[in-house]
T-cell receptor
Framework: QQQVKQSPQSLIVQKGGISIINCAYE??????FPWYQQFPGKGPALLIA?????SEKKEGRFTISFNKSAKQFSLHIMDSQPGDSATYFC????????????FGQGTILTVHP | GAVVSQHPSRVICKSGTSVKIECRSL??????MFWYRQFPKQSLMLMAT?????????EQGVEKDKFLINHASLTLSTLTVTSAHPEDSSFYIC???????????FGPGTRLTVL
């Protein structure tokens, strides 16, 4: 029940295209859903986060869409750039997790020039 | 965003020695710090949660006597890998969270190689 399932495992997009990564969760007590970006050999960096009281949040080229009834949320990267090539992790926290993040498996994004 | 540092960024040690990794929150007070390890091409695995001034809470399967965690101040937590062995070689990452918030800010990670 604590799992967060992320897909796809890898994604290749052309420059200027839209990258879409999906996550699904089971624990209805989760109430905080962040996305992190990680470059090789570096720690994850927070990109954007959402709470269940809104269905969408946008920050620059990054948008989170949230579907509470389906227990799914997704990251959309508009106008994808080669510099966006990295591993992306979704995560969830809330309820009795006491702030601990449950991470998805990660998506390796490659943006071709 | 808030800044979290880790030191050292890379360490190579001989089997049987102990290694200490420091995690510092540079511009905020971190009431809670988390320690993760990450294997190549895998997700982050939470090892333990530490709250300032109290004992760390370890995840199932993590040996608390092997991975000693100290969170003595609101800006510093340390992870000591005791009697390290080659299977302890990994990428160790800390994160820090301020009181009353959900946001975790991650450090840059420490690459541990045990020969």
């Amino acid at each position: 029940q604590q799992q967060v399932k992320q897909s796809p495992q890898s994604l290749i997009v052309q420059k200027g295209g839209i990258s879409i990564i999906n996550c699904a969760y089971e624990n209805t007590a989760f109430d905080y859903f962040p996305w992190y970006q990680q470059f090789p050999g570096k720690g994850p960096a927070l990109l954007i986060a959402i709470r269940p009281d809104v269905s969408e949040k946008k920050e620059g080229r990054f948008t989170i869409s949230f579907n509470k009834s389906a227990k799914q949320f997704s990251l959309h990267i508009m106008d994808s750039q080669p510099g966006d090539s990295a591993t992306y992790f979704c995560a969830a926290a809330g309820g009795t997790s006491y702030g601990k993040l449950t991470f998805g498996q990660g998506t390796i994004l490659t943006v071709h020039p | 965003g808030a800044v979290v540092s880790q030191h050292p960024s890379r360490v190579i040690c001989k089997s049987g020695t102990s290694v200490k990794i420091e995690c510092r929150s540079l511009d905020f007070q971190a009431t809670t710090m988390f320690w993760y390890r990450q294997f190549p091409k895998q997700s982050l695995m939470l090892m333990a949660t530490s709250n300032e001034g109290s004992k760390a809470t370890y995840e199932q399967g993590v040996e608390k006597d092997k991975f000693l965690i100290n969170h003595a101040s609101l800006t510093l937590s340390t992870l000591t890998v005791t009697s390290a062995h080659p299977e302890d070689s990994s990428f160790y990452i800390c994160s820090a969270r301020a009181s009353g918030t959900d946001t975790q800010y991650f450090g840059p990670g420490t690459r541990l190689t045990v020969l």
